[in-house]
């Protein structure tokens, strides 16, 4: 076996922990400019209504498929849980409130970023080494502005209307569980729902969402805008892209939660 | 003296530009004046393309002086460098044409974004540029249905539909056969003429740069080592420039 010296490993380790740095220092500045952009004109709403309908287009079958199968998993394995503890009764509000709280929103986010943070790191990438980027400069159009801007602003609108949608579908999923078990009926469950859900629930796990979609569309966004190295490159961007993005909305998630308890209480 | 200085449009003055502390321009400094047609050439990696995107501000060297129209280029702002831009067309090397878009609304975009033509005149504009590169045929199709020659004569007629002042080719007939190359070499003496356009050509093509060329330069080890007309260089007993000219005879 090949050693190490211990010397070049603690070089190794530090030059790895100072790029890493490099990244965190370099994402949070490119996601500053979004907020000095964003108010600024010229607005490209062409372009943003064009990257929704991508965005949408490219997610909602398998949202719809994922969400379904979800709510209807939750009931499925709480059903006997809650049973044993002679709580039966609650499910339609437990499987309401899990939901809308947290699995729709992360599930939602999580699926997205497989799609899409993807997408525009590879997308962006490839502009970026085929020199298009440079060519948008050229014509005196702003690349952050045009590119990104259009891109953030589009996950930030869509991801909480995708959200609703899994909502919804997920706690039908729980429905369809239910009825095909023989424990319920149409009337008995929504109204069991929709008497469990607030807006002080759904404000705040709909609301998050627009979050994670300004995430995953700047980490999208800012690993195509520094693809280097040719093709292998924009590869490269596209998984860093879709892991930093998901890594990102659960430890963003994290706070959230946290917030909202200290701020709309239990 | 005044009005030499008054006469030269684009201004490079000793340039420097780096990459992870590799020197790639070392102090190189050019002069063209209004209406010449400079050809740079140079062998592969030696920063032909790095210069280019210099003088449009797409990339900033160290130090040095960059007047593009009498206004200093290098540490200007976006807005300022704009308005510089306005005047300049750039044939990128690979064309980079948006893939998103078709051949058409890769020519509308910069006639969308630098000026405000009425739809009508667009169209026209797209439809005439077309034809004069020999593509109106490709008009709806995409970049990735084009050939590479094809997508470079897009690039090309993209670069110059705002009829700027100035245009920057990057090897405008790399890739090409010797016919197309031939006739894009004409287009651009044509376009230089009527439209009095100021360039600079960077090319490995003998001929192209025999046809364009007022003068060249040699970009060697990040200065212009030898300038002059194509005759003048062909007599050069230099065995760099013999290397370029014996290519072709
Ligand atoms: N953005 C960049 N980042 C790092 N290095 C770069 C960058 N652009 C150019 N270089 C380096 O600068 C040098 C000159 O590159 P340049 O593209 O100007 O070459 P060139 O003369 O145009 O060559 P060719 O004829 O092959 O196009 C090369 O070594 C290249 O690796
Ligand atoms: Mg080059």
Known sequence: ?266 | MESDARDILIDVRDVWKSFNGQAVLRGVSLQVRAGASEVILGRSGIGKSVLLKSIVGLLVPEAGSIRVKGEEVVGLGPRQLNRIRRNIGYVFQYAALYDSMTVRENLEFPLRKLTDLPEDEIARRVEEQLRLVDLAEAIDRMPSELSGGMRKRVGLARAIITRPAIVLYDEPTAGLDPMTAHDISDLMVDLARRFGITSITVTHDLQCAHIVADRISILEGGVFTHQGTYEELRKLEDPLVRAFFQAVT
């Not at chain 1, 490993?9 to 922990?17: D, K």
Request: proline letters at 4%; a negative charge; charged letters at 15%.
């Open chain 1, 1 to 266: 076996m090949k050693q190490i010296p211990t010397a070049k490993l603690v070089e190794l380790y530090y030059r790895r922990a100072l790029s890493a740095m490099e990244e965190i220092y370099g994402i949070t500045i490119f996601g500053l400019r979004f907020f000095r952009y964003v108010f600024v004109p010229p607005y490209e709403w062409g372009e943003v209504r064009k990257h929704m309908d991508e965005l949408g287009a490219k997610s909602i079958p398998l949202l719809t498929v994922v969400g379904t199968i979800m709510g209807l998993i939750l009931a499925l394995q709480s059903r006997p849980t809650l049973d044993r503890f002679g709580a039966g009764a609650f499910l339609p509000a437990m499987i309401a409130l899990t939901i809308v709280r947290e699995l729709g929103p992360v599930i939602t986010a999580l699926i997205v970023a497989g799609r899409v943070s993807s997408g525009i790191g590879a997308e962006l990438g490839s502009m970026k080494v085929t020199e298009q980027i440079d060519a948008l400069e050229v014509s005196s159009v702003d690349p952050y502005n045009y590119l990104v801007v259009t891109r953030v602003l589009a996950c930030i609108l869509m991801l909480p209307l995708l959200t609703v949608y899994v909502d919804f579908l997920s706690i039908f999923g729980g429905f369809i569980a239910e009825v095909l078990a023989g424990n319920t009926t149409f009337q008995l469950y929504f109204s069991d729902v929709i008497s469990a859900t607030t807006f002080l629930d759904l404000i705040p796990g709909v609301g998050k969402t627009a979050v994670f979609g300004f995430i995953i569309g700047i980490i999208g966004a800012y690993e195509g805008f520094h693809t280097t190295r040719g093709t292998e490159g924009v590869g490269r961007a596209a998984t860093t892209a879709v892991v930093l993005a998901s890594l990102n909305i659960i430890f963003v998630d994290m706070i959230i939660v946290q917030l909202t308890l200290m701020f709309f209480g239990a």
